[in-house]
């Protein structure tokens, strides 16, 4: 199956992603819609942007860790592939869980949340309470802030259909698990939001409801 996201001229070949340069031309050149194209390199401006500043560095010259890079196409793209095959169009979002404790990274034992997903978080809605454990990342820092038209509970709908996923880590004390809603906000007032969901929305909306739930 065709990877769309790898540019034609490099299949077959290793793709070397560090700088903005590198994700920008990969993107650009992928046969991915003009529309996800734009999303994706807004994002990815966003973890560029906030790894430039909280390391005195330019845009340019900033680099992501070549495997973060490829872990953070899947985790963008793979968001922004499945949103449009659902048919969403806005995005509501609750306040972001960041965890708490601390991160090893290369620079040492860091505490939540890590420098760039703070920075990338400035002026959003966000608060600290579960195990020891990073809940936030850069990565889906930059996922929510661009794609949220706000932040609250979870638009008023009728509900379509559900769906449940579990994740990798256990807690003792609440299950770590993500429930979709797809459902009609037609007629239909949405200016509620359940406060622990990330909710996703048009006419046809679907909403993210749980817990715990770890943003990669």
């Known amino acids: 199956i065709p990877n769309p996201i790898r540019p034609k001229q490099n299949r077959g070949r290793a793709i070397k992603l560090s700088l903005w340069k590198d994700v ?13 194209k734009k999303q994706g390199l807004n994002i990815f401006k966003r973890i560029f942007k906030a790894e430039a500043k909280v390391h005195g560095e330019s845009l340019d010259t900033v680099h992501l860790h070549e495997l973060g890079a490829i872990d953070c196409i899947v985790d963008i793209f793979g968001a922004l592939i499945g949103l449009d095959m659902l048919g969403i169009e806005k ?19 860091l505490p939540v949340p890590a420098p760039a997903t703070a920075e990338i978080l400035k002026n959003t809605p966000v608060y600290s309470r ?3 454990f990073e809940l936030t990342t850069p990565t889906g820092a930059a996922i929510i ?15 379509e259909k559900t769906g449940i996923g579990a994740g990798g880590r ?5 299950p ?5 809603f797809i459902g009609d906000t037609q007629d239909m007032d949405i200016n509620s939001f359940d ?4 909710s996703f929305g048009k006419g046809r909306v679907g909403g ?5 739930i770890t943003v990669i």
């Open 176 to 180: 770590n698990i993500l429930r979709l």
């Open 24 to 36: 920008e031309k990969t993107i650009n050149t992928s046969s991915l819609s003009e529309g996800i």
């Open 195 to 198: 406060r622990r969901s990330p």
């Open 145 to 159: 802030k661009e794609l949220s038209a706000g932040f609250g509970d979870i638009p008023v709908m009728e509900i």
């Open 170 to 174: 256990d807690f003792k004390d609440r």
């Open 208 to 212: 993210f409801s749980d817990e715990t």
């Open 91 to 109: 995005v509501y979002a609750s306040p972001i869980n960041l965890g708490n404790g601390f991160i090893k990274t290369e620079h040492g034992m």
């Open 130 to 132: 579960s195990e020891p």
